[in-house]
């Protein structure tokens, strides 16, 4: 299994490389921790074992130019549009949310939870699966007591009948307890019937949860060990973006596209935040690509941006930015209520940078 997961990143890399290669930006490669394969124009340099990759210089352009291809197709208006063209969609194991581009370089920011899963909702799962395996196993017993009664009854009639073939025939009594066999024989038939069309149905409920469990799983296991996820630009285009490194502190991730030059949203001053602020939340809700949506931001809480800006799932890892076009925040959960929307929140740039300072 693992040789496949590291074939299948050596594939996705190498797609990445056609697409993104550039004549003065020489490609690394090196061996992770886990022994999984990491391509990139900015090797770390405390990683021993890195190697050149020769040949692998297109012409003579430079950088795959992406922030001058988007400007070109989407003439930005005002500076959120501009901002836009810096968002991306971002695919996982476990599904789609939202990242945007934090230097020229490639790197992108987005939640860790986009790619490897809300470890809460994750307990969540797990404490529901725990409550239909039990209840599972509660039906498993009770098919098994009502089979055991069903074997039990056709006995007594298996009794019934030989003794019945032990009466004369035409005799009274034997007239009176064919009567009652048969009509004993029409109940356990249909007892019977019952039974197996419940357990059938039973079965395939029980085989459909089976197989979407195991679907589950596999997802969370396939995503805990990714280091390669599809980016979608503005234009629709695809690349592979790899993982540099997920925040133990914070819900975030960074990731980077090497050898193109990007869009990418500036961050705002910290001193510049405060109540009632304007600001946008852009990204892909609901798999509905490249929205956004306007609201202030109503309050700062635990040391999260609260804004009334709507947020679905799909835009996490988005950026939150403000009327200029810097990003304020990076859009991460949404808290429910019930009568009206709900709150959205959002992790402050600052702990973005403060958290991958060194990379950027």
């Given at each position: 299994?693992?040789?496949?997961?590291?074939?299948?990143?050596l594939?996705?890399?190498?797609?990445?490389?056609?697409?993104?290669?550039?004549?003065?930006?020489?490609?690394?490669?090196?061996?992770?921790?886990?022994?999984?394969?990491?391509?990139?124009?900015?090797?770390?340099?405390?990683?021993?074992?890195?190697?050149?990759?020769?040949?692998?210089?297109?012409?003579?352009d430079?950088?795959?130019?992406?922030?001058?291809?988007?400007?070109?197709?989407?003439?930005?208006?005002?500076?959120?549009?501009?901002?836009s063209?810096?968002?991306?969609?971002?695919?996982?194991p476990?599904?789609?949310?939202?990242?945007?581009?934090?230097?020229?370089?490639?790197?992108?920011?987005?939640?860790?939870?986009?790619?490897?899963?809300?470890?809460?909702?994750?307990?969540?799962?797990?404490?529901?699966?725990?409550?239909?395996?039990?209840?599972?196993?509660?039906?498993?017993?009770?098919?098994?007591?009502?089979?055991?009664?069903?074997?039990?009854?056709?006995?007594?009639?298996?009794?019934?009948?030989?003794?019945?073939?032990?009466?004369?025939?035409?005799?009274?009594?034997?007239n009176?307890?064919?009567?009652?066999?048969?009509?004993?024989?029409?109940?356990?038939?249909?007892?019977?019937?019952?039974?197996?069309?419940?357990?059938?149905q039973?079965?395939?409920?029980?085989?459909?949860?089976?197989?979407?469990?195991s679907?589950?799983?596999?997802?969370?296991?396939?995503?805990?060990?990714?280091?390669?996820?599809?980016?979608?630009?503005?234009?629709?285009?695809e690349?592979?973006?790899?993982?540099?490194?997920?925040?133990?502190?914070?819900?975030?991730?960074?990731?980077?596209?090497?050898?193109?030059?990007?869009?990418?949203?500036?961050?705002?001053?910290?001193?510049?935040?405060?109540?009632?602020?304007?600001?946008?939340?852009?990204?892909?809700?609901?798999?509905?690509?490249?929205?956004?949506?306007?609201?202030i931001?109503?309050?700062?809480?635990?040391?999260?941006?609260?804004?009334?800006?709507?947020i679905?799932?799909?835009?996490?890892?988005?950026p939150?930015?403000?009327?200029?076009?810097?990003?304020?925040?990076?859009?991460?959960?949404?808290?429910?209520?019930?009568?009206?929307?709900?709150?959205?929140?959002?992790?402050?740039?600052?702990?973005?940078?403060?958290?991958?300072?060194?990379?950027?």
């Amino acid at each position: 299994m693992q040789y496949k997961i590291i074939q299948a990143l050596l594939l996705a890399a190498f797609c990445l490389l056609a697409i993104c290669m550039a004549a003065d930006a020489e490609i690394y490669k090196y061996q992770d921790a886990n022994g999984n394969w990491v391509f990139t124009d900015s090797p770390p340099q405390e990683v021993k074992g890195i190697e050149k990759m020769d040949n692998m210089i297109a012409g003579a352009d430079g950088l795959t130019d992406i922030a001058a291809k988007l400007h070109a197709a989407f003439p930005p208006e005002n500076e959120i549009l501009r901002a836009s063209l810096a968002a991306v969609s971002i695919s996982s194991p476990i599904g789609t949310g939202s990242g945007f581009f934090i230097s020229a370089k490639g790197h992108i920011i987005t939640n860790r939870h986009v790619l490897m899963g809300d470890e809460r909702q994750q307990e969540a799962v797990a404490e529901r699966f725990e409550t239909v395996d039990s209840h599972i196993t509660q039906a498993d017993q009770q098919i098994e007591m009502e089979e055991n009664r069903l074997a039990s009854a056709r006995e007594d009639l298996d009794q019934m009948k030989r003794y019945l073939e032990g009466l004369p025939r035409g005799s009274a009594r034997r007239n009176e307890l064919e009567n009652r066999y048969q009509r004993d024989l029409d109940y356990v038939r249909a007892w019977e019937d019952r039974h197996q069309r419940a357990k059938e149905q039973y079965l395939q409920h029980k085989d459909k949860y089976a197989s979407e469990k195991s679907e589950y799983r596999s997802k969370i296991a396939t995503a805990g060990i990714s280091r390669s996820f599809k980016i979608t630009l503005k234009d629709g285009t695809e690349l592979d973006a790899f993982l540099v490194r997920t925040s133990t502190s914070h819900d975030l991730a960074l990731l980077k596209v090497s050898g193109c030059q990007t869009p990418y949203l500036r961050p705002a001053a910290s001193g510049g935040l405060f109540q009632g602020i304007d600001v946008y939340a852009i990204g892909n809700p609901m798999n509905l690509k490249d929205s956004m949506s306007k609201g202030i931001i109503s309050g700062f809480r635990d040391g999260f941006l609260q804004t009334d800006a709507r947020i679905y799932p799909g835009n996490s890892g988005g950026p939150l930015v403000a009327a200029d076009g810097r990003v304020v925040g990076v859009n991460t959960m949404k808290e429910l209520t019930r009568g009206f929307e709900g709150l959205g929140f959002a992790i402050p740039i600052q702990a973005v940078l403060n958290e991958f300072g060194d990379e950027l």
